[in-house]
């Protein structure tokens, strides 16, 4: 997702990713997103975009993808350093739906890919802790909006990295791309960017996770939970 958030790194406006990710028996999610602030700093924190991969836990391909852009509604006007940062204009967040709206679309979606299933293992996987615990229930409490369970526990690919490879990913993707040989792809700090050419959509943050998890799972690493129950 990309947001209007400002930074946990010393309040400079700094973008997360994520994901989410399920595996056998049950199929896999990747829910990458891109956290970012349409302001320097400005408070509170705003999500611009909430894009989802699909991945079969089995083969690790990509099987769904979910993706809607939200419109801010505390600081409606995105500024010059959030559009250059993410690639996100104004006219893309304009007239999108509330983030309670997509919120209510991403349950749909995920009751339509079998998600909701208590026989399905899933959970989240974020490049980093703050998404799922500090950015999405901190805007949700704000806008007096509920968060919904699966939201609540998550894999930090961070710290998944860090134990396959034996060292701290500093700088989140680019350093893990760069660790396992990978070439990144497209943007960084875009959830999903948009293409014009081969298909209407070309993952950036989104696709490179997957691309991260599906090598350290060829490597043989098992993920596990990396966060603490609520």
Same mark, same amino acid.
């Given at each position: 997702?990309?947001?209007?958030?400002?930074?946990?790194?010393?309040?400079?406006?700094?973008?997360?990713?994520?994901?989410?990710?399920?595996?056998?028996?049950?199929?896999?999610?990747?829910?990458?997103?891109?956290? &970012?602030?349409?302001?320097?700093?400005?408070?509170?924190?705003?999500?611009?975009? !909430?894009?989802?991969?699909?991945?079969?836990?089995?083969?690790?391909?990509?099987?769904?993808?979910?993706? &809607?852009? %939200?419109?801010?509604?505390?600081?409606?006007?995105?500024?010059? !350093?959030?559009?250059?940062?993410?690639?996100?204009? /104004?006219? *893309?967040?304009?007239?999108?739906?509330?983030? /309670?709206?997509?919120l209510e679309r991403v349950?749909?979606? &995920?009751?339509?890919?079998?998600?909701?299933?208590?026989?399905?293992?899933?959970?989240? %996987?974020?490049?980093?802790?703050?998404?799922?615990?500090?950015?999405?229930?901190?805007?949700?409490?704000?806008?007096?909006?509920?968060?919904?369970?699966?939201?609540? /526990?998550?894999?930090?690919?961070?710290?998944?990295?860090? !134990?396959? *490879?034996?060292?701290?990913?500093?700088?989140?993707?680019?350093? *893990?791309?760069?660790?396992?040989?990978?070439?990144?792809?497209?943007?960084?700090?875009?959830?999903?960017? /948009?293409?014009?050419? &081969?298909?209407?959509?070309?993952?950036?943050?989104?696709?490179?996770?997957?691309?991260? *998890?599906?090598?350290?799972?060829?490597?043989?690493f098992i993920f596990k939970?990396?966060?603490?129950?609520?």
């Amino acid at each position: 997702m990309a947001t209007a958030s400002p930074a946990a790194d010393g309040g400079r406006g700094r973008p997360w990713e994520g994901g989410l990710v399920s595996w056998p028996p049950a199929p896999p999610l990747t829910l990458p997103w891109t956290w &970012m602030g349409p302001s320097w700093g400005q408070h509170p924190g705003e999500i611009i975009e !909430f894009p989802i991969l699909k991945l079969n836990g089995r083969t690790m391909e990509i099987e769904s993808t979910f993706h &809607m852009y %939200v419109q801010p509604v505390i600081h409606p006007q995105l500024t010059p !350093f959030c559009t250059e940062l993410t690639g996100i204009i /104004q006219a *893309m967040v304009d007239g999108q739906p509330s983030l /309670q709206q997509v919120l209510e679309r991403v349950d749909e979606w &995920m009751a339509k890919e079998g998600l909701l299933d208590p026989n399905v293992k899933s959970i989240f %996987v974020t490049c980093g802790d703050w998404d799922l615990k500090i950015m999405l229930p901190g805007q949700c409490q704000y806008l007096g909006l509920p968060v919904a369970d699966y939201f609540k /526990q998550w894999i930090n690919l961070k710290k998944a990295y860090s !134990f396959a *490879m034996g060292c701290w990913p500093k700088n989140g993707l680019l350093d *893990m791309n760069k660790g396992l040989s990978l070439q990144h792809i497209g943007r960084p700090h875009s959830g999903i960017g /948009q293409s014009f050419h &081969m298909s209407p959509w070309q993952p950036d943050d989104c696709k490179n996770i997957a691309n991260i *998890m599906k090598t350290l799972a060829y490597r043989g690493f098992i993920f596990k939970q990396t966060s603490k129950p609520f």
